[in-house]
Antibody
Framework: QIQLQQSGPGLVKASQTLSVTCAIS??????????WNWIRQSPSGGLEWLGR?????????EYAESVKSRVNIKPDTSKNQVSLQLNSVTAEDTAVYYC?????????????????WGQGTTVTVSS | DIVMTQSPLSLPVTPGEPASISCRSS???????????LDWYLQKPGQSPQLLIY???NRASGVPDRFSGSISGTDFTLKISRVEAEDVGVYFC?????????FGPGTKVDIK
């Protein structure tokens, strides 16, 4: 059974760096069938995709323009985890942060949704 | 970016009755492989979102067959044939065709 276990500080000071880690069990961060997404949910409830990392013969990253200058999604193959770093945070970055696996089934070569999610990490940016 | 809209935003339901949620995309979600890249997720109270439907009409593993998804152009519909109490929460559609993936605003379903 695939599980994503998130960890990270719940409180970050403004202008500092937010860092959340997603430990993967039951799958490999280097899987050619998976993409590791980071999504956040604002206090008002909306969901925003931040970016993803995936391995297809080499590593790829894609980021939302809204955070592209401040974000880094980094796989760690030695620990089988993927991390999110967001620099220069402000109060607008206060949210629940989720990692989620996007899955492409090799049997039919089709996308099968974001089928596994982490438990979420609540991050509050303080002034 | 693709804009996703949903209606209604709030849906009181009666257990045992059917329910339907609509989602519309600002542009086609048809991939070159012919499939619509549209997901439905349910976020139950206090939980992470969970996948219900992928590629517009395919139920995810373990999802009850009372949930179904349909497609008509850029209009997508999630139907619950007979609502159960455990179905309460917020339902989101999400386009997975191109990054940045975007979500609809969510439809809050609760029991009347």
């Amino acid at each position: 059974q695939i599980q994503l276990q998130q960890s990270g500080p719940g409180l970050v000071k403004a202008s500092q760096t937010l860092s959340v880690t997603c430990a993967i069990s039951g799958d490999s961060v280097s899987s050619s069938s998976a993409a590791w997404n980071w999504i956040r949910q604002s206090p008002s409830g909306g969901l925003e995709w931040l970016g993803r990392a995936f391995y297809r013969s080499r590593w790829y990253n894609e980021y939302a323009e809204s955070v592209k200058s401040r974000v880094n999604i980094k796989p760690d193959t030695s620990k089988n985890q993927v991390s999110l770093q967001l620099n220069s945070v402000t109060a607008e970055d206060t949210a629940v942060y989720y990692c989620a696996r996007g899955y492409d089934d090799s049997r039919d070569s089709l996308y099968h949704g974001m089928d596994v999610w982490g438990q979420g990490t609540t991050v509050t940016v303080s002034s | 970016d693709i804009v996703m809209t949903q209606s209604p935003l709030s849906l009181p339901v009666t257990p045992g009755e059917p329910a339907s949620i609509s989602c519309r995309s600002s542009q086609s979600l048809v991939h070159r492989n012919g499939y619509n890249y549209l997901d439905w997720y349910l976020q139950k109270p206090g939980q992470s979102p969970q996948l219900l439907i992928y590629l517009g009409s395919n139920r995810a593993s373990g999802v009850p067959d009372r949930f179904s998804g349909s497609i008509s152009g850029t209009d997508f519909t999630l139907k619950i044939s007979r609502v159960e109490a455990e179905d309460v929460g917020v339902y989101f559609c999400m386009e997975a065709l191109q990054t940045p993936f975007t979500f609809g605003p969510g439809t809050k379903v609760d029991i009347k």
